[in-house]
């Protein structure tokens, strides 16, 4: 049984540039989030997808956008890159209907120049 | 507003004795749901324990107990029996149970996390 995964692991990008990160959910798992992990810190919520449809958003601005597909993989993307954006990206899978224990891919680490 | 406090940025155990990182909560939500994550330095987030805020009894898997004490908003997570391989990132975390048409959303908010090094 595959658990989540994503791609890419490493990214470099320079200001400005956009970036897409992918996902692909635990088997079974209806339900995406995305959280963004500076170095040191906690993970921050980005936002939830369930039935392909944005359910939960974290305080985050307008250029993080993100996408569901009916086979419940799920994209990030990240528009005008900024320093700041340097972090570790983990997408985490879980069942709408259960206890919400989030299962999460090994991220993407985006390094922004 | 949800918040998640550690206040152990590090901690050190001898291998085969037990340990305790301490997590501290603040909600307004009667419902709501607790869990430990660990995480290696590879960076994957690994899930160790569960509490729902109505469970009785506190939660446990295998060498992981929670100790979920609600009216102190408290849920220490005790590792029994230390491993080298338990030497990581722990994470406390906390879950808004928010229901919309049957369905239970919730995004999780995070701790700082505790550095546990378990010295042979």
């Known amino acids: 049984d595959a658990g989540v995964t994503q791609s890419p692991t490493h990214l470099i990008k320079t200001r400005g540039q956009q970036v897409t990160l992918r996902c692909s959910p635990k088997s079974g798992h209806d339900t995406v989030s995305w959280y963004q992990q500076a170095l040191g810190q906690g993970p921050q919520f980005i936002f939830q997808?369930?039935?392909?449809?944005?359910?939960q958003r974290g305080n985050f601005p307008d250029r993080f956008s993100g996408h569901q597909f009916p086979n419940y993989s799920s994209e990030l993307n990240v528009n005008a890159l900024l320093l700041g954006d340097s972090a570790l990206y983990l997408c985490a899978s879980s069942l709408a209907a259960g206890h919400g224990v989030k299962f999460f891919g090994p991220g993407t680490r985006l390094t922004v120049l | 507003a949800q918040k998640i406090t550690q206040t152990q940025p590090g901690m050190f155990v001898q291998e085969k004795e037990a340990v305790t990182l301490d997590c501290t909560y603040d909600?307004?939500?009667?419902?709501?749901?607790l869990f430990w994550y660990k995480q290696p330095s590879s960076g994957e987030m690994i899930f160790l324990i569960y509490?729902?805020?109505?469970?009785?009894q506190n939660a446990t898997e295998g060498r992981y107990s929670l100790n979920f004490q609600k009216a102190r908003k408290s849920a220490n997570l005790v590792i029994s029996a230390s491993q080298l391989g338990d030497s990581a990132m722990y994470f406390c975390?906390?879950?808004?149970?928010?229901?919309?048409?049957?369905?239970?959303?919730?995004?999780?908010?995070f701790g700082q996390g505790t550095i546990l090094t378990v010295h042979p």
């Open positions: 975390a906390m879950r808004e149970i928010s229901n919309a048409g049957g369905t239970s959303y919730g995004k999780l908010t």
């Open positions: 997808y369930y039935e392909e449809e944005e359910r």
């Open positions: 909600t307004s939500d009667p419902s709501y749901g």
């Open positions: 509490q729902g805020s109505y469970d009785q």
